[in-house]
C-alpha cells in the first residue's frame, strides 16, 4: 500500500491538438484546482491493484481505505499482510478514530503490518504501481477528482485485465548486502 499527493490542475485555455508537423501545444499558465491523494493497493503476485483518490490524506482516510479492502476486496481473508511505509496516518489507531471499538478491533486483527524501513519506501512494491500510473495516466492535467477517479478506475481496470506483475528481482541475499546497516550485529 502506498498513497502520493496529486495536484488537481485545469486549463486557462484550450490545448491546440496536435496536427501533422506539430506536437500538441499546451499553454504552461494553469489553474490551481486544489490537492488530492491517490491511494493505491497491489498484489504484486497476481497482477492485482486498487487506487483511488480521496480529497484529503488523514488518518480516517486511510481507515476507510483499509476498511474497503478487507470488506470490498478480501472479505473472506483471514489475514492480510499490508506492507507500507511508516507514515503517521498508518497506524492501527486510525481505525479506531474512524469506527466504533468492535468493529476496529474487527479489522485490526485482519491485519499483519510490515513497515518499510526509513528511507527505504522503495522496497514497497506499491512505488513502483504509483511511478507507471504517472507515467501511463497523471501525465496531463486533471481539474478535479471526479475525472482524477474516472482516469485512476480506467487504469486500474486496464492493469488488472493484464495481471501486470511486478518482476522484483531484489532477493534476500541482495537484501543483506544493500540493507546491512538494519540488521543486527550478533556477536
Known amino acids: 500500500m502506498d498513497e502520493k499527493p496529486y495536484q488537481l490542475l485545469d486549463e486557462t485555455r ?11 501545444r499546451v499553454d504552461n499558465e494553469y489553474i490551481w484546482c486544489g490537492t ?6 497491489t498484489e504484486p503476485l497476481t497482477g492485482w491493484r486498487h487506487v483511488y483518490a480521496r480529497e484529503h490524506r488523514t488518518k480516517v ?27 503517521n496516518t498508518h497506524k492501527i489507531s486510525s481505525l479506531y ?21 526509513k528511507h527505504g519506501s522503495w522496497l514497497n512494491i506499491a512505488e513502483i504501481e504509483l511511478s507507471a500510473l504517472g507515467q501511463q495516466r497523471l501525465d496531463r492535467r486533471i481539474a478535479n477528482i471526479k475525472h482524477l477517479n474516472h482516469s485512476l478506475s ?26 546491512k546497516r538494519l540488521y543486527p550485529v550478533i556477536e
Not at 14 to 24: G, Q, R, T, V
Open 14 to 24: 484550450e490545448p491546440i491538438p496536435m496536427k501533422e508537423k506539430h506536437c500538441k
Open 36 to 41: 488530492c491523494s491517490i491511494f493505491i493497493f
Open 61 to 87: 482516510d486511510w481507515a476507510y481505505e483499509i476498511k474497503e479492502l478487507l470488506t470490498v476486496y478480501y472479505p473472506n481473508t483471514k489475514k492480510i499482510r499490508l506492507i507500507m511505509d511508516n507514515l
Open 97 to 117: 478514530e474512524a469506527f466504533e471499538p468492535a468493529q476496529a478491533r474487527e479489522l485490526a486483527k485482519r491485519l499483519k503490518i510490515h513497515y518499510t524501513p
Open 154 to 179: 480506467s487504469w486500474e481496470i486496464q492493469r488488472n485485465e493484464k495481471q501486470k506483475g511486478v518482476d522484483w528481482q531484489f532477493t534476500t541475499s541482495y537484501a543483506r548486502v544493500k540493507l
